[in-house]
């Protein structure tokens, strides 16, 4: 059974940089396609960034693009999203999220909660002043 773990969340000022680690202890995340996802306070959980199986290919939410990165590292079994040049409307808490069948190919909806059956408990992001 596949399970998540976010690290990596903190507090940092506007500029700063953060990266988030998505791992998979006891379990794997290769031939998964992995999600980044946040939410801020009163808001909708909205999609950040995703990487394909392979991870030759990424998308990225319009509003953080040239700022964030994700990137894959299968074998140490963790998805990574680093974040440069945070700015206060970032924060918010950080999900990873990933389908529970391997190969399931989901990249071009890859921003849609509901293509994902495991979701990590979060890592809270909070960029001020």
């Known amino acids: 059974q596949l399970r998540l773990v976010e690290s990596g969340g903190g507090l940092v000022q506007p500029g700063e940089s953060l990266r988030l680690s998505c791992a998979a202890p006891?379990?794997?995340?290769?031939?998964?396609?992995v999600g980044w996802f946040r939410q801020a306070p009163g808001k909708e959980r909205e999609g950040v960034a995703c990487?394909?199986?392979?991870?030759?290919?990424?998308n990225y939410a319009d509003s953080v693009k040239g700022r964030f990165t994700i990137t894959r590292d299968n074998a140490k079994n963790t998805v990574y999203l680093q974040m440069n040049n945070l700015k206060p409307e970032d924060t918010g808490d950080y999900y990873c999220?990933?389908?529970?069948?391997?190969?399931?190919?989901?990249?071009?909806?890859?921003?849609?909660?509901?293509?994902?059956?495991?979701w990590g408990p979060g890592t809270q992001v909070a960029v001020s002043s």
């Open positions: 990487i394909s199986i392979s991870g030759d290919s990424t």
């Open positions: 999220a990933a389908p529970q069948t391997r190969f399931a190919n989901i990249q071009s909806m890859c921003f849609t909660s509901r293509e994902y059956d495991v």
């Open positions: 006891g379990s794997t995340l290769d031939y998964r396609v």
